[in-house]
């Protein structure tokens, strides 16, 4: 049954022609008929970044709950259900807490034009305006500058991830070009924590912090993370962590890891939360194992596992990650939007997989077909095969395979709304 919400945010996505339309000044009216509730939050940490953005504030939030801290959280997109994006204390925002934003939003904006993303970033930034918290952390949508979460004048901290090429029809063509929009997000005399970045992104975002003032803590220089013989270790100023792998699967996790530790580090907090920032941290569909549900019944023996990476820096990553796991033939089930670079994401994963099934995106308007699909694989050495769903893909498996289900995130929110 559609809920209260569900109608508002259709509404709410007709009022701008455009998904994506950066500019900020749409998001600053709204805030100013909302009265500014942006510059009445707790503490924010604002995160950027190409990959890792997720999973990073993931880990932060799970050190500072370990300490007793309140912490909300603003994250896109969901997966299952809308009210994941807007994280209190307690919790996922509630269906009446949520209506109740999003028609105080709407009232305010009127038919004005207002993106989806835009207007829904609003209603976060209220809902977190009410509440009693200790930090908020938000991670920017898309790039960093133009993003409607950059509306804080004075945050906490900010964190920028690891920078890779993606979306260049809004934020650039070169590393350096994306790497400065998500650099938008220092401020003047706030602390920036910089995740290990390739040569051209790093010289952009140093250059950025400098002509703002802002100073940075960078990996490789003022901390660093590794593995080391199946442990954890971070490092800086402070002294050594020796800590266990990240409960999150993937060397980039170790690297992740590190970002987040930099930032609780930062903000003053002990051992023991850092510890917890890498045992407890939850983020669905980042290499997650499905172990209950339909799909997982129909699994059977085989091994069932679902990531949503889609650009190539994450194809490299879940190659990796996959490579780890004990020996078992590899088989995908993939689905991607169109917008995404294709042969770049399944080339590193042609390495360790034996075929790939292609399917479309349910209810996507910007699916990538699955003959598609399948002829980017076969384009990369990838065996390939067109199914008609993810149901379909995996009975044509066979029964001692691994199983993993990826290319989209939108994918992986259908398959978890699915199993349950």
Not at 140 to 165: E, F, Y
Not at 375 to 381: F, K, N, S, W
């Amino acid at each position: 049954m559609s809920q209260g919400s569900d109608v508002v945010l259709q509404r709410l996505m007709a009022l701008h022609p455009k998904v994506i339309d950066l500019v900020l000044d749409r998001v600053w009216r709204l805030l100013e008929a909302l009265g500014n509730p942006q510059d009445r939050l707790p503490p924010v940490i604002h995160i950027a970044g190409t990959n890792g953005k997720g999973s990073t504030l993931a880990m932060i939030r799970a050190g500072l709950e370990a300490e007793g801290k309140r912490v909300c959280a603003y994250t896109s997109p969901h997966l299952a259900r809308f009210h994941e994006r807007i994280r209190l204390p307690d919790g996922p925002i509630s269906e009446e807490a949520l209506m109740a934003v999003l028609e105080e939003c709407e009232a305010a904006n009127g038919d004005a034009p207002i993106t989806y993303f835009e207007i829904t970033t609003c209603a976060a930034l209220l809902a977190f305006s009410r509440v009693e918290a200790d930090y908020v952390l938000l991670e920017v949508g898309l790039g960093g500058r133009l993003d409607a979460t950059n509306v804080v004048a004075k945050p906490a901290l900010t964190v920028i991830t690891p920078v890779s090429i993606d979306h260049q029809q809004y934020l650039g063509e070169t590393l350096g070009e994306i790497a400065g929009e998500k650099a938008g997000i220092l401020k003047p005399g706030v602390p920036g924590i910089v995740a290990r970045q390739e040569d051209a992104a790093r010289d952009v975002i140093e250059a950025r912090a400098e002509a703002v003032g802002a100073p940075l803590s960078i990996a490789g220089q003022d901390w660093d993370a590794y593995e080391d013989q199946g442990r954890m270790a971070y490092f800086d100023e402070r002294g050594l962590l020796d800590l266990p792998l990240p409960v999150l699967i993937g060397a980039h996790q170790v690297a992740n890891a590190g970002t987040a530790l930099a930032s609780l580090r930062a903000l003053g907090v002990g051992d023991a939360a850092c510890e917890a920032a890498v045992t407890r941290a939850e983020w669905p569909a980042r290499m997650q194992r499905l172990r209950t549900g339909p799909l997982v019944e129909q699994a059977g023996e085989r091994d069932l596992w679902l990531d949503g990476g889609h650009n190539a820096a994450a194809g490299v990553a879940l190659a990796e990650a996959l490579g780890r796991l004990p020996d078992r033939p590899l088989h995908l089930i993939c689905g991607m939007l169109n917008t995404k670079d294709v042969r770049g994401y399944m080339a590193p994963l042609a390495a360790v997989a034996e075929h790939l099934h292609a399917v479309e995106i349910p209810g996507e308007a910007a699916t990538l077909s699955a003959a598609d699909t399948a002829a980017a694989a076969r384009d990369v050495g990838l065996e390939a095969s067109e199914a008609e769903s993810v149901s379909a893909a995996l009975a044509d498996v066979p029964e001692d395979a691994r199983v993993l289900i990826c290319g989209s995130l939108y994918l992986a929110g259908t398959v978890l709304r699915e199993n349950g």
